[in-house]
């Protein structure tokens, strides 16, 4: 097998036009700026996607080409009190990371997380770009107008890995920063190069809805492509490639990738190389060598056994039947029902979450929320510990039925 670079020498070796800062296409050099002295003093550096993902890229690759180990966050949302506390002391936060996970070339990158609270997963560099390469393979080539456009954040679901480092894997696309939804048809509608979009599900269907000029290439990830989104994809953008991609942070985070049409609904498409799948007592088991090194969330830090990385998903063979908690897919993002109810009442608030169209809503026993102020603090609770899942509707009133085992009887929109 050939030696596999670091992210730092893969971006520095694309001399050519690569990633889109405001009104300019940058080459690696020109991101990375002036060579950076190692530190005397490593530590765990934050940094927030605020002014741009190129240039929070840029801050990141500075920091680990200095011995630091950059942790990405996204700015849409602030980073919990959880990851405050632990990054408060940066040296200290080095050591342990460096205690757990070794710390050669180690970028930290966050992850929405099955419970929506967030967690930060320490990607080796080496194992992030052969991950992006077995994905571009998998993928095939692209030609010198190829832009890839995604709607994940440099520092989100770790959607830096297959998409912009994909991009460089190719040796000539070009990659445009993170898109939010609501901006890409006026984006691509200008853009006049053939386009490789990533994005979810969920996404996917509202374009559908825009005058939107069909993109060459649309690779879904982030929850489970429907037969409904599929159809409705090849039946306004007949020359569209759809691609599926499906795996978790901690596993670096693609498993596999397939073009849809050659698996069925629900069916895992095609592992990457090195790739092995396994089922223990009804639960998808991963192991990888595109592994990330360790994982921290709110439970602390911890190493991540690259033999072994339990998905929490359900699965028949090559069949995922759901999630094993009671958690359900609203527009990419999982839902955790349990764990949200009982959030809840630590905070004194009774109630039961559930889907809704699409959405889903929780139902408060009692009067906290028939005013609308008692809703307007529910919904910011709940976005202050849930950062990272959508606003529910809140309504009041007798929650809906209960099977034996306590959960909802009926869940309209939830995963089966």
């Given amino acids: 097998m050939p030696t596999v670079p670091d992210v730092l020498d893969l971006v520095a070796a694309r001399r050519t036009p690569w990633l889109r800062s405001g009104d300019r296409w940058l080459t690696g050099p020109e991101l990375l ?13 934050l940094v927030v996607e605020r002014t741009g993902a190129a240039d929070a890229l840029a801050t990141a690759l500075r920091l680990a080409a200095a011995g630091h180990v950059p942790v990405l966050w996204p700015g849409r949302v602030a980073p919990p009190e959880w990851l405050r506390s632990w990054l408060g002391d940066g040296r200290v936060a080095y050591r342990a990371v460096r205690g757990v996970a070794g710390t050669a070339g180690l970028v930290g990158v966050c992850s929405s997380g099955t419970t929506g609270t967030g967690k930060v997963v320490f990607l080796d560099q080496r194992r ?31 959607g830096f890995v297959p998409d912009a480092l994909g991009s460089l894997c190719t040796g000539a696309a070009l990659c445009h920063p993170p898109v939010a939804p609501e901006f890409l048809p006026r984006l691509l509608a200008a853009e006049p190069r053939a386009v490789s979009l990533h994005c979810t599900g969920a996404v996917a269907e509202r374009l559908l809805a825009t005058a939107l000029r069909p993109p060459r ?3 879904l990830s982030g929850d489970l492509v429907g037969a409904g989104t599929v159809a409705a994809i090849r039946d306004r953008w007949p ?26 609904t629900g069916e895992l498409p095609e592992s990457l190389p090195g790739v092995e799948l396994s089922v223990e007592e009804g639960e998808l088991v991963v192991s990888t060598p595109y592994a990330g090194r360790a994982v921290l969330d709110g439970r602390g830090l911890r190493p991540i056994d690259r033999r072994r990385i339990a998905t929490g998903d359900l699965a028949d063979g090559t069949v995922l039947r759901g999630r094993r908690s009671a958690t359900f897919a609203v527009g990419g993002s999982w839902v955790q029902a349990d764990l949200v109810e009982a959030e809840l009442r ?18 408060v026993a009692g009067g906290l929320a028939r005013h609308q102020a008692g809703r307007a603090d529910v919904r910011r609770l709940l976005r202050h510990r849930f950062p990272f899942l959508p606003a529910p509707e809140v309504v009041a009133g007798d929650p809906p039925p209960l099977t034996a085992a306590g959960k909802v009887s009926h869940v309209d929109g939830g995963r089966p």
């Fill in 33 to 45: 700026g002036a060579p950076v002295r190692p530190a005397s003093d490593p530590r765990v550096e």
């Fill in 239 to 264: 020359d569209t490639a759809v691609w599926h991609g499906y795996g978790l942070a901690e596993a670096g985070p693609r498993i596999a990738i397939g073009a849809v049409g050659r698996h069925r």
């Fill in 128 to 158: 992030a770009v052969a991950c992006a390469r077995a994905v571009a393979d998998r993928l095939g080539p692209a030609g010198d107008d190829q832009l890839v456009v995604s709607t994940r954040g440099i520092g989100y679901s770790a």
């Fill in 217 to 219: 290439r649309v690779v």
């Fill in 346 to 363: 630590e905070h004194g608030v009774r109630a039961t979450v559930d889907g809704r169209g699409g959405g889903w809503r929780v139902t």
